[in-house]
């Protein structure tokens, strides 16, 4: 699949950029689900750098309504800022590169759809390398991005995977792989299945809230992970958010919680040695000081209560996405070595662990930045 995308290129470059060669290609980021390649042109149809990802198809069923989605909220917010100069607004909003026909994507010979968007040089994604600070900086990048979304007026939204962030039902996919056990490897992971259907009751904290009219859907990214902010090389600030194709109606807590879950402690995403995955509070406090100047509005006192709460639902969701892949054989998850998506699913639940020996701290932490913020009295 993967040697398919690449002989694609060509065929896919000439639908957005017709004339132009392909002076140099490779793949760029670390990213789970689609390929995604950076592109450098030649030639008299166009100079210059395009980002081409394919969508995946088993991940995106509808990777037309993905891209509709994408289409519709880059032009809110290219309309949001545009008070900015254009230089200047290219590099805080991605810039979508439309086919000589006006079309948002392109499909190759094998039916895949392409989306082109121009290559923001010179900046890089948010490691969490530079500390409290730099987790700070995206952690508002992502507030600033909910707030520009507040008044997205057109039209609806579709849900690109429907319960993305639905607990409940990823608990219950969970169950279904064990008793399913395709690849045959659920007695190697015993431990970490009676872990996760111990913890089952974190699947009803975000629903209960919405469902008792505490909180409210809005424009959301859901998938919130650090690097999908880029960073500029030179001052640090951050720039464009990236990654939208997951981006509708959601919660403001399930952000938040995502950016707890890569943010707020140091260790790997896929190291399972529990020492690495101890939550750090000063980064989990630039997070909240960072998102709540970010969005600029009110967050309902119980948004407020359960941010703490927020990093560990997601953190416990996204453990049994993993935990579930490595029960089905890898079918959603690219890995990269034998028993990657187990390794992912124990380093969430030591996170899961380290945020629920700290939890009394971190409420104190999220309220007394709320209240700096005046965001509560």
């Not at 590169?97 to 948010?126: L, M, N, S, Y």
């Not at 089952?200 to 975000?206: H, I, T």
Request: hydrophobic content about 45%; charged content about 25%.
């Amino acid at each position: 699949m993967e040697a398919r995308a690449e002989r694609a290129l060509p065929a896919v470059v000439a639908a957005f950029a017709p004339g132009a060669s392909i002076a140099a290609a490779s793949r760029l980021g670390r990213g789970h689900i689609n390929d995604t390649f950076l592109v450098e042109l030649a030639g008299t149809g166009a100079s210059g750098r395009l980002v081409l990802q394919r969508l995946n198809r088993w991940v995106f069923p509808d990777p037309v309504a993905v891209m509709a989605n994408v289409e519709r909220v880059l032009d809110h917010l290219h309309r949001k800022l545009a008070d900015l100069d254009s230089a200047d607004r290219a590099r805080r909003v991605l810039t979508l590169v439309r086919t000589a026909a006006g079309a948002g994507f392109a499909r190759d010979a094998g039916g895949e759809v392409w989306r082109a968007t121009r290559f923001i040089g010179e900046a890089h994604p948010c490691t969490g390398a530079g500390g409290p600070a730099e987790a700070g900086r995206a952690a508002a990048a992502f507030g600033e991005f909910l707030r520009l979304l507040g008044d997205y007026d057109g039209p609806p939204l579709v849900e690109t995977i429907p319960g993305f962030h639905d607990t409940r039902r990823r608990v219950a996919a969970l169950r279904e792989a064990v008793a399913r056990d395709a690849a045959g490897r659920a007695a190697g992971c015993r431990p970490e299945i009676d872990l996760a259907l111990a913890r089952d009751g974190l699947a009803s904290v975000l629903p209960a809230l919405r469902e008792a009219g505490l909180v409210r859907e809005r424009v959301t990214h859901n998938d919130t992970k650090l690097d999908n902010v880029l960073l500029d090389d030179a001052s640090g600030a951050a720039l464009a958010v990236l990654d939208l194709d997951t981006v509708m109606p959601g919660l403001v807590l399930a952000d938040f919680g995502d950016m707890v879950r890569t943010g707020a402690s140091s260790g790997r995403e896929d190291d399972p040695d529990p020492a690495r995955q101890e939550v750090d509070p000063a980064l989990f406090e630039a997070l909240v000081r960072g998102f709540v100047a970010g969005i600029g509005e009110e967050l309902s006192p119980p948004e407020v209560e359960h941010l703490a709460a927020a990093g560990r639902v997601i953190t416990y969701e996204t453990g049994i996405r993993f935990l579930t892949d490595h029960l089905d054989g890898d079918a959603y998850f690219s890995v990269h070595r034998d028993g990657h998506n187990l390794d992912r699913a124990r380093a969430q639940f030591a996170r899961l662990a380290s945020l629920e020996r700290r939890d009394a701290e971190l409420r104190r932490v999220a309220a007394q930045a709320a209240r700096d913020a005046r965001v509560i009295p």
